[in-house]
């Protein structure tokens, strides 16, 4: 429990100076969440982390998946995730406003989140990481296997339309 918290800025908000120390965690009580921006469709608390977009020119867009920089390893410099099945614990989560590169802000980590799709994923399925740049797939319940479940960061809560847009997940990475 991190005790009662008060913020006074913008959860999108983006900064060019560490102005909260990296890998500082965020709750958001559903009071916060009913009605806030970014707001997917389902509602609950939520835990964001804040990090530094250590990509060298690419920006983050909203619900784009992010991982540990694995070039040096520091927690909470984070990268687009281009890799098929990222192991939870390298994954910081999802994106939920655009961050250049350079910039510090706050990233989705636990409960209800936008998450970019890599095809049609289906309400009910597991969320994971994909190997198309930023974006997530979903895997059926069933189907998942022993490899899947060191890797499974959620569930999607809805059934997204068109492949590479946004569709809502509850996320479930360690706080």
Known sequence: MRGNQMWYDDITATYTDERYRLGTLRDQPIDEVIGAVPSPAAEGDRTWVFVFNDEAATAFAQGTALERDTGDYNDWDAIVNATD???????????????????????????????????????????????????????????????????????????????????????????
């Open 85 to 175: 099945l990222t192991l939870a614990a390298q994954v910081i989560g999802a994106s939920q406003a655009a961050m250049t590169a350079g910039r510090f802000g706050w990233v989705g980590r636990r409960g209800t989140f936008e998450a970019i799709g890599d095809s049609t994923p289906t309400a009910g399925e597991a969320v994971l990481t994909s190997a198309t740049n930023g974006q997530f797939r979903g895997i059926a319940v069933g189907s998942l296997t022993a490899a899947h479940i060191s890797r499974v960061l959620g569930v999607f809560q809805d059934t997204q339309a068109v492949a590479g847009s946004l569709a809502t997940a509850l996320f479930e990475l360690p706080a």
